[in-house]
């Protein structure tokens, strides 16, 4: 139980990491906005829903979860 609790928290720290980059670099970084994603935009309205991001990070998660397992 102990490796567990070690690959949680190095797990959530990458996470963090990788939130703090998106967050502090919004303009750098291409997720959320990548060719397929759908944004509406009219006055008083604004939807943006990033279905080809979504995919994009469920396959490299899917990906790294194989690869961890194997």
Do not use: Q
Request: proline residues 7%; aromatic residues 8%.
């Amino acid at each position: 139980m102990n490796e567990i609790g070690k690959m949680m928290v190095i797990g959530g720290l990458v996470i963090a990491a990788v939130g703090a980059l998106f967050w502090l670099l919004p303009d750098k970084t291409p997720i959320g906005r990548l060719p397929g994603d759908i944004h509406v935009e009219k006055p008083g309205f604004s939807f943006h829903f990033p279905i080809v991001t979504c995919l994009l990070v469920s396959a490299v998660l899917s990906l790294i979860m194989y690869l961890i397992r194997k």
